[in-house]
């Protein structure tokens, strides 16, 4: 019988994770979306276990899984082979690659979701065909995929990618030292933040960026006032990684880019006046083809260039 290669993949986020089955032409067999279980590491390692024995237990039998691919939101070292997730109970270098082969058998390709957005969008997105590209996301928190010759950048200790810490305020903040300035001015958490303290909608509590950018659609003048100034600065930040790396493309991912706006064209228009000119010339800035599933199709597409066939 001849078998057909495919891998598990989960993208494990803050809230949700995403889990799925996909052949090596890329193609979906199924996919499916839950909370995210948060009380504890054990918790989350039996949830983990538990997905993927679902998707092996619906495969089709002429399927060969080599391996399964996780991606997940903070810092995976690869030499001590631990993950570090401060927004995830008990993920504080957790072992998580050895508890799950413990537990499935199976080989367990481990990376951060930053590194899975840009493998997704390069695989079956906007960026197919390309091998030098960013993807920038901008939601909660600030992070960058980077792809240079066709290869995931990971730095010597696996932090290569976090752009939230890009210095662009000569005045320094208190703030910047738990974020990084790049985050603190223009992330989602710290739009809904700066609307909040700048009273954008009164005493109304729990301001999210949504309902910033879904006031600058509206033509609030208010909102544009304070999205002004979060625009120079995601404009400052891209300006920073064109000019640095030379991308072919520079991807926009994340809550914030999740719809198309007003704000893409002014991002597009702001970094042109502070990056090199000819990289600037040469670059394609674009939003996500892929959005949310872009993690899940990057898990697969890691699992599937680092493991052998079954």
């Given at each position: 019988?001849?078998?057909?290669?495919?891998?598990?993949?989960?993208?494990?986020g803050g809230t949700k994770t995403a889990a799925g089955l996909f052949l090596e032409t890329g193609e979906s067999l199924n996919e499916k979306?839950?909370?995210?279980?948060?009380?504890?590491?054990?918790?989350?390692?039996?949830?983990?276990?538990?997905?993927?024995?679902?998707?092996?237990?619906?495969?089709?039998?002429?399927?060969?899984?080599?391996?399964?691919?996780?991606?997940?939101?903070?810092?995976?070292?690869?030499?001590?082979?631990?993950?570090?997730?401060?927004?995830?109970?008990?993920?504080?270098?957790?072992?998580?690659?050895?508890?799950?082969?413990?537990?499935?058998?199976?080989?367990?390709?481990?990376?951060?979701?930053?590194?899975?957005?840009?493998?997704?969008?390069?695989?079956l997105g906007i960026a197919q065909g390309l091998t030098d590209i960013v993807f920038l996301a901008v939601g909660t928190g600030i992070g960058?995929?980077?792809?240079?010759?066709?290869?995931?950048?990971?730095?010597?200790?696996?932090?290569?990618?976090?752009?939230?810490?890009?210095?662009?305020?000569?005045?320094?903040?208190?703030?910047?030292?738990?974020?990084?300035?790049?985050?603190?001015?223009?992330?989602?958490?710290?739009?809904?933040?700066?609307?909040?303290?700048?009273?954008?909608?009164?005493?109304?509590?729990?301001?999210?960026?949504?309902?910033?950018?879904?006031?600058?659609?509206?033509?609030?003048?208010?909102?544009?006032?304070?999205?002004?100034?979060?625009?120079?600065?995601?404009?400052?930040?891209?300006?920073?990684?064109?000019?640095?790396?030379?991308?072919?493309?520079?991807?926009?991912?994340?809550?914030?880019?999740?719809?198309?706006?007003?704000?893409?064209?002014?991002?597009?228009?702001?970094?042109?006046?502070?990056?090199?000119?000819?990289?600037?010339?040469?670059?394609?800035?674009?939003?996500?083809?892929?959005?949310?599933?872009?993690?899940?199709?990057?898990?697969?597409?890691?699992?599937?260039e680092n493991s052998l066939p079954a």
């Amino acid at each position: 019988m001849t078998h057909r290669r495919a891998v598990v993949a989960l993208d494990v986020g803050g809230t949700k994770t995403a889990a799925g089955l996909f052949l090596e032409t890329g193609e979906s067999l199924n996919e499916k979306t839950i909370p995210t279980a948060r009380d504890s590491a054990q918790e989350s390692v039996s949830q983990l276990v538990s997905l993927v024995e679902e998707a092996l237990g619906a495969a089709p039998r002429d399927l060969s899984i080599p391996a399964v691919g996780i991606v997940v939101p903070g810092w995976v070292n690869r030499r001590e082979r631990t993950v570090w997730a401060p927004n995830l109970c008990g993920w504080d270098h957790l072992p998580l690659q050895s508890l799950l082969e413990q537990r499935l058998q199976l080989p367990i390709v481990l990376d951060s979701d930053r590194s899975a957005y840009v493998k997704g969008e390069t695989w079956l997105g906007i960026a197919q065909g390309l091998t030098d590209i960013v993807f920038l996301a901008v939601g909660t928190g600030i992070g960058a995929g980077i792809l240079s010759a066709g290869r995931i950048i990971h730095g010597y200790d696996d932090l290569a990618g976090a752009v939230g810490w890009l210095a662009l305020n000569p005045v320094f903040e208190e703030l910047y030292a738990r974020m990084g300035c790049f985050e603190a001015e223009a992330s989602g958490n710290s739009i809904g933040r700066k609307a909040s303290t700048e009273r954008l909608f009164g005493d109304r509590p729990g301001v999210t960026a949504r309902d910033v950018l879904a006031a600058l659609e509206s033509g609030d003048e208010r909102a544009r006032a304070l999205m002004s100034g979060v625009v120079v600065y995601l404009g400052m930040g891209i300006a920073n990684l064109v000019s640095t790396l030379n991308p072919q493309m520079v991807v926009l991912g994340g809550g914030v880019f999740q719809h198309p706006s007003r704000l893409f064209d002014q991002v597009r228009a702001e970094f042109r006046r502070w990056a090199q000119p000819f990289a600037a010339e040469r670059v394609r800035v674009e939003l996500s083809m892929l959005g949310e599933r872009a993690g899940l199709a990057g898990a697969a597409c890691i699992a599937l260039e680092n493991s052998l066939p079954a």
